[in-house]
């Protein structure tokens, strides 16, 4: 069973600081490139990347086309089944969120849905909500839509990655956009800053700079919302770049003392350090967080960072599916997308199909 939905790719990733947890470095184009604790243990399993490939800071690949046989085993489930993993498959309550929620985050990437008209490959899927507000920032390019869903009681907030403006089709997105995002993620350096109110949690600066621009407008919008409808959950979603910002609204909403709300997001990068995955662990919200096979994008940033929510990886192969891996820490595990690397591919990122 597949995700549904086609998502457009699109973000000024980033490279990740080094720092001490950092194992060993290569040389790669003349130039040291940190190796992260993630990476060694991939490459103790699957072997070193071929010489020449392209890495991101960390040592993982930015888009590999071929992968070893231990791949293919991670990817077609054989792996999980031989070393016994905690993994489980998905409900079918599960699938059918993922579906949906996928749809919705690919419908934002239409200009035609950002202007209020649900007119888009995908949007049959979606019609049926009111949009209740569209958002789009003038800094940082932060694009949100609020909609909501009167027969099942929800306001939905749906966060959009970073694109071109004015594309009509999430297909055109990845043909016009993908060759200068490869660059942006090669090339583009991260700075982190403090997480307010949390102690020693720190986040990827840009990110959370795109959420800051839409903040005051969106919170007044959704409060608002959850003011006329108090019995309505509130479900937050978006792919890639929007996936971060996504997050930052969902803390947002629980630090404002709204209660009701489930985070599910789609090839999101990893958003801050340890301390701030275990604060996000700990709110209890709700969080599905689906990769879609190699896809590059919630590799990094590598080195420092850390991932929470339940991974749903979807996978490729004999077995295929998709594969759950949920921890009692809330904390990402090696058990499924992490089993991967260092072979991940950037084209997987533009395939949430």
Not at 72 to 77: F, H, I, T, V
Not at 121 to 131: Q, R
Not at 149 to 168: A, E, L, Q, S
Request: aromatic share 8%; hydrophobic share 40%.
């Amino acid at each position: 069973m597949r995700l549904t939905g086609l998502l457009a790719l699109a973000l000024p990733i980033v490279a990740a600081l080094p720092t001490s947890t950092v194992l060993v470095k290569r040389q790669h184009n003349n130039n040291e490139i940190e190796i992260s604790d993630k990476v060694a243990i991939g490459i103790e399993e699957h072997g070193p990347l071929p010489g020449g490939t392209e890495m991101l800071e960390g040592g993982t690949a930015l888009d590999i086309e071929k992968y070893p046989s231990s791949v293919e085993a991670a990817l077609n489930g054989t792996r999980a089944q031989i070393l016994s993993l905690a993994v489980r498959d998905p409900t079918e309550a599960e699938m059918d969120d993922l579906k949906f929620h996928t749809a919705l985050a690919s419908n934002v990437y239409c200009s035609a849905v950002m202007n209020g008209r649900w007119i888009c490959p995908h949007c049959s899927k979606t019609n049926h909500l009111e949009i209740v507000e569209t958002f789009d920032t003038i800094v940082y390019d932060t694009n949100v839509l609020v909609a909501r869903d009167d027969k099942k009681k929800i306001i939905y907030v749906v966060f959009r990655g970073k694109t071109k403006k004015n594309t009509f089709s999430a297909v055109v997105v990845i043909v016009s956009c993908s060759a200068s995002l490869q660059n942006w993620l090669a090339d583009m350096n991260i700075i982190l800053t403090n997480y307010p109110g949390v102690t020693s949690a720190r986040v990827h600066a840009g990110f959370y700079n795109s959420y800051k621009d839409v903040q005051s407008r969106l919170m007044s919008t959704i409060k608002s919302q959850v003011s006329k409808y108090a019995n309505y959950a509130v479900h937050v979603t978006g792919h890639s770049l929007g996936g971060a910002t996504a997050l930052f609204n969902a803390l947002d909403l629980h630090e404002n003392g709204i209660t009701n709300i489930r985070l599910i997001t789609q090839g999101q990068p990893r958003t801050g350090n340890k301390a701030f995955a275990n604060y996000v662990a700990g709110t209890g919200i709700p969080y599905m967080r689906a990769v879609n096979q190699r896809d590059v994008v919630p590799h990094v940033p590598d080195i420092g960072y850390s991932h929470a929510g339940d991974e749903f990886w979807e996978k490729t192969g004999l077995l295929g599916g998709v594969q759950v891996c949920a921890t009692s820490d809330g904390l990402e595990t090696d058990d499924c997308a992490n089993s991967i690397a260092p072979f991940t591919s950037f084209t997987d990122h533009t395939r949430y199909v």
